[in-house]
């Protein structure tokens, strides 16, 4: 009999699962839309088929737990999401528990940024690091911070907001009600605006705008402005993370790591310039790249019953 976990990673259009045993080999991997047009019933049941599906392929009695890393603000102790802009749907339910109940399983609830940052710790960038923080940088930008291999969750279980800590005094407004947060100043949505009131174009992605700032042009200038506001607000928060933790290793992940190159030195100048921490131990302390990609979460979601015993 294999023992194995489900993880499962919770969007806001999308479900993926996984089945992965204890030594992080994934056995088996599923994906799937949520119909959350057609409410909660139907998104409840959406995930309990796709785990169900899972356990019936690798057998109820190697089960361990379940995982689930959804994006917003967590209570642990309740078990639900008070604030998602992803899941509105789903908030204030106390969804580890009427998920639990339909399985009749254990099932953990977590943030989508946390559980990367554990997945990235167990199989990917992070291997053999104990204290790591992540962020993954996307639509808005999540942050999670692993210490002593655990996730640090803080008192109710919203640490690791990073995402939120302010990067400009009375910046752009944010929908959790602060200014300048570091997602309104470097996620790609902050990209995307960015290159619109540059006049680069409309609509146009993160990725468009990578692909401009290659360019020896005027719009190239332009966008390669933009990546260096996005390098130096991420320097800024490393900053401020480095200095609080003094952690090994700090990892991005996200959509925009190929923009790396036109980023990652306004990131490198600004953290140094502005943390003595980072200057006085820059040999034992790197800002690094992820490596699971979008897998991180699903690692990190089916390792949380083997790590929570
Ligand atoms: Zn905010």
Same mark, same amino acid.
């Given at each position: 009999?294999?023992?194995?976990?489900?993880?499962?990673?919770?969007?806001?259009? @999308?479900?993926?699962?996984?089945?992965?045993? !204890?030594?992080?080999?994934?056995?088996?991997?599923?994906?799937?839309?949520?119909?959350?047009?057609?409410?909660?019933?139907?998104?409840?049941?959406?995930? %309990?088929?796709?785990?169900?599906?899972?356990? =019936?392929?690798?057998?109820?009695?190697?089960?361990?737990?379940?995982?689930?890393?959804? #994006?917003?603000?967590?209570?642990? !102790?309740? &078990?639900?999401?008070?604030?998602? @802009?992803?899941?509105?749907?789903?908030?204030? %339910? #106390?969804?580890?528990? +009427?998920?639990? @109940?339909?399985?009749?399983?254990? %099932?953990?609830?977590?943030?989508?940024? @946390?559980?990367?940052?554990?997945?990235?710790?167990?199989?990917?960038?992070?291997?053999? +690091?104990?204290?790591? %923080?992540?962020?993954?940088? &996307?639509?808005?930008?999540?942050?999670?911070?692993?210490?002593?291999?655990?996730?640090?969750?803080?008192?109710?279980?919203?640490?690791?907001?990073?995402?939120?800590?302010?990067?400009?005094?009375?910046?752009?407004?944010?929908?959790?009600?602060?200014?300048?947060?570091? =997602?309104?100043?470097?996620?790609?949505?902050?990209?995307?605006?960015?290159?619109?009131?540059?006049?680069?174009?409309?609509?146009?992605?993160? !990725?468009?705008?990578?692909?401009?700032? !290659?360019?020896?042009?005027?719009?190239?200038?332009?966008?390669?402005?933009?990546?260096?506001?996005?390098?130096?607000?991420?320097?800024?928060?490393?900053?401020?993370?480095?200095?609080?933790?003094?952690? #090994?290793?700090?990892?991005?992940? &996200?959509?925009?790591?190929?923009?790396?190159?036109?980023?990652? #030195?306004?990131?490198?100048?600004?953290?140094?310039?502005?943390?003595?921490?980072?200057?006085?131990?820059? &040999?034992?302390?790197?800002?690094?790249?992820?490596?699971?990609?979008?897998?991180?979460?699903?690692?990190?979601?089916?390792?949380?019953?083997?790590?929570?015993?």
């Amino acid at each position: 009999m294999v023992e194995y976990a489900i993880g499962m990673d919770l969007g806001g259009t @999308n479900l993926r699962a996984a089945a992965i045993d !204890k030594t992080g080999i994934l056995l088996d991997k599923i994906s799937g839309s949520t119909k959350f047009e057609e409410g909660r019933d139907a998104v409840v049941s959406d995930i %309990v088929a796709a785990i169900s599906r899972l356990r =019936e392929t690798h057998g109820a009695q190697g089960l361990r737990g379940i995982g689930v890393g959804v #994006p917003g603000f967590i209570r642990m !102790k309740e &078990g639900l999401i008070t604030n998602s @802009n992803n899941l509105p749907y789903l908030e204030n %339910v #106390p969804i580890r528990d +009427v998920l639990t @109940n339909k399985l009749g399983t254990r %099932v953990i609830l977590e943030n989508d940024a @946390n559980a990367a940052a554990l997945g990235e710790q167990w199989m990917g960038a992070g291997r053999g +690091v104990e204290d790591l %923080v992540l962020l993954t940088l &996307g639509t808005g930008i999540g942050g999670g911070i692993v210490s002593g291999g655990r996730i640090i969750r803080g008192s109710v279980g919203m640490a690791g907001e990073i995402g939120h800590i302010s990067v400009v005094p009375n910046g752009n407004p944010c929908g959790c009600g602060n200014q300048g947060c570091l =997602e309104k100043h470097a996620s790609a949505t902050a990209v995307a605006a960015m290159a619109d009131l540059m006049q680069l174009g409309e609509n146009l992605t993160s !990725k468009d705008v990578y692909d401009l700032a !290659k360019q020896d042009s005027e719009a190239g200038e332009k966008a390669r402005q933009i990546w260096q506001v996005v390098g130096e607000s991420l320097g800024m928060a490393m900053a401020s993370l480095i200095n609080t933790f003094n952690f #090994p290793l700090y990892l991005l992940s &996200g959509g925009m790591l190929p923009a790396w190159e036109f980023f990652a #030195p306004h990131m490198m100048r600004v953290a140094k310039q502005r943390s003595f921490t980072f200057r006085a131990t820059s &040999g034992e302390t790197r800002i690094a790249q992820a490596t699971l990609g979008n897998l991180a979460g699903l690692y990190g979601a089916s390792y949380l019953p083997w790590l929570e015993g």
